[in-house]
């Protein structure tokens, strides 16, 4: 089972990225994603779910109207667009397939998790 996240990068502060998430078609099947972040020096972050049929949708309250989860069900691929980008938006973002169909926002609901991919804000 492997997740590969990708579309991290450097970016100046005000700009966007979007990330992906590939999955074989097992990993992603009736499962729902989520994205994650960690800071250096700080724990593991959610940062926004989406559920395997993509109707349902959570963010980290902080985020809201900045971020944008969505999915590509045929392609089985999750994105994680990313605008407006702060210099605390600095981290390496992970993308999970959690244990159920639904959108979680904890840690412990996700069982398989992607290397991680690195986004840089500078200001």
């Known amino acids: 089972v492997q997740l590969q996240a990708s579309g991290g990068g450097l970016v100046q502060a005000g700009g966007s990225l979007k990330l992906s998430c590939a999955a074989s078609?097992?990993?992603?099947?009736?499962?729902?994603v989520g994205w994650f972040r960690q800071a250096p020096g700080k724990e593991r972050a959610f940062v926004a779910a989406i559920s395997w049929r993509g109707d349902t949708t959570y963010y980290a309250e902080s985020l809201k109207g900045r971020f944008t989860i969505s999915r590509d069900i045929a392609k089985n691929v999750v994105y994680l667009q990313m605008n407006s980008l702060k210099p605390d938006d600095t981290a390496v973002y992970y993308c999970?397939?959690?244990?159920?169909?639904?959108?979680?926002?904890?840690?412990?609901?996700?069982?398989?998790w992607g290397q991680g991919t690195l986004v840089t804000v500078s200001s």
């Open positions: 078609r097992r990993t992603f099947s009736n499962n729902g």
């Open positions: 999970a397939a959690a244990r159920g169909a639904a959108a979680a926002a904890a840690i412990s609901q996700y069982q398989y």
